[in-house]
Nanobody
């Protein structure tokens, strides 16, 4: 089993920055992929960024150049640095870990960007 705990959400003005963190505990050894998803009110959950245990990354087009995903394998932690935030980035942000075909989710952290 894997447990994920997100933190770092909050209220920020447009143009501001936030850094989300997600700490994984439990059976996390070996290859895995950690993702950040988000879900805005009334919308489907969407993938924001992914990072594999080897460090390769992927971003959705809407956040390229503004968000940076990183991970510290020694701390079992993935980060999402969010810069130049826009009101449309407002959503609940969820961390996901995929390992050997199993997906685990965190409880989410809320990000609100005011205009």
């Amino acid at each position: 089993q894997v447990q994920l705990v997100e933190s770092g959400g909050g209220l920020v003005q447009a143009g501001g920055s936030l850094r989300l963190s997600c700490v994984a505990s439990g059976s996390t050894s070996g290859f895995n992929v950690m993702d950040w998803y988000r879900q805005a009110p009334g919308k489907q959950r969407e993938l924001v960024a992914s990072i594999a245990s080897g460090g390769s990354t992927h971003y959705v087009d809407s956040v390229k150049g503004r968000f940076t995903i990183s991970r510290d394998n020694s701390k079992n932690t993935v980060y999402l640095q969010m810069n130049s935030l826009k009101p449309e980035d407002t959503a609940d942000y969820y961390c996901r870990l995929v390992r050997y075909g199993y997906a685990y989710w965190g409880q989410g952290t809320q990000v609100t960007v005011s205009s």
